[in-house]
């Protein structure tokens, strides 16, 4: 029965920190723009046998120049190749390996830590695995992120210049090459990708389709959708073009206006939930035995977890009023 509170406050815990990351992830938009394209999608996606033997073949090339610790992180990882998609999103050398170390690292640390301020050994693992796995997941999204913003807002100047390389007579793939070189950031590192990816033999459709699959951004899917369509029915490709060119800025106007009046409200929303760890972690190193009640006193057990459940039903609301899907 002494164990009923504990075993509460822990679920109750897991339920709100649950609820508090799911509440400022915010909407999803690789999700709705996959909802928006997939019917046009499926009828340009590009699959024959050549393909599939060069896909083959370039994953036995990356396989055999992984190292051992990645090989091993593989096989214990329930989804390796989602987590190595999102490494590769963040455009950086990290590989599965670094991940895996990094997160043990800050797991055992952290534990350690909160063993030698004398938390309970069930607070100490539960907050090490908390820290461990959900900050390093955390800032390979905020580098994706903000290489995915970088990428959004020089895509319509890749897609102009794309239009006056066209306008100009040179064909579709030499003018991708052209964007590569001109333009840096990921923009230009993505072109030059595709290039790449002509030149060894990929068709076009194959090498944007791979980008866009990488990428899960709605304008790389309106850009490769456009090009498939036109491919198939014809017109003018540069007046296209530049068509989307003016949505896409239209479209990335529209979010930054929805994000500065809805600024105050995430902030507000933030600091109202943050406040309340970031005193109870400031008055535990100050004055563990205070705070240890918390662990000890069953009715402070049920009392807390219940705070924790209503905090995040509240963070939860409050992101959900403030969050808006373009």
Do not use: C
Not at 113 to 127: D, E, K, R, S, V
Not at 147 to 155: D, H, Q
Not at 160 to 189: H, K, Y
Not at 298 to 305: D, K, N
């Amino acid at each position: 029965m002494d164990m009923l509170p504990i075993l509460m406050l822990a679920i109750g815990a897991f339920l709100a920190l649950l609820l508090f990351v799911l509440a400022f992830s915010g909407p999803n938009a690789a999700r709705a723009g996959s909802r928006r394209l997939s019917t046009l999608r499926e009828r340009h996606m590009v699959s024959n046998i050549g393909t599939a033997a060069m896909e083959a073949q370039i994953r036995r090339i990356s396989t055999a120049s992984s190292t051992r610790m990645d090989l091993a992180v593989s096989r214990l990882l329930p989804n390796p190749v989602e987590l190595q998609k999102r490494l590769a999103m963040t455009g950086k050398t990290w590989s599965l390996g670094h991940y895996a170390m990094v997160s043990a690292g800050m797991t055992l640390v952290l534990a350690a830590l909160l063993l030698l301020q004398g938390a309970p050994i069930w607070l100490a693992l539960f907050l090490g695995l908390f820290v461990g796995l959900g900050v390093p997941h955390m800032v390979v999204g905020f580098f994706i992120k903000r290489r995915i913003a970088k990428f959004t807002t020089n895509f319509p100047d890749a897609i102009e210049l794309l239009v006056r390389g066209l306008r100009s007579g040179l064909p579709i793939t030499e003018t991708m090459g052209v964007v590569g070189a001109e333009i840096d950031g990921p923009v230009g590192e993505e072109f030059r990708a595709v290039s790449d990816k002509m030149k060894i033999g990929r068709t076009l459709d194959a090498a944007l389709q791979e980008t866009a699959d990488r990428l899960a951004t709605p304008e790389f899917q309106f850009f490769v959708i456009t090009i498939a369509i036109q491919r198939e029915t014809g017109g003018n490709l540069a007046e296209t073009l530049a068509n989307l060119a003016d949505v896409l800025r239209k479209r990335s106007q529209m979010k930054l206006k929805i994000a500065a009046m809805s600024s105050e409200s995430k902030a507000s929303a933030l600091i109202v939930g943050a406040l309340p760890f970031i005193v109870f972690g400031m008055v535990w190193f100050i004055n563990n035995n205070y705070m240890a009640n918390f662990f000890q006193d069953q009715r402070l057990m049920v009392a807390g977890g219940g705070g924790l459940v209503w905090m995040a039903l509240g963070a939860f609301i409050m992101a959900k009023m403030v969050n808006f899907e373009i």
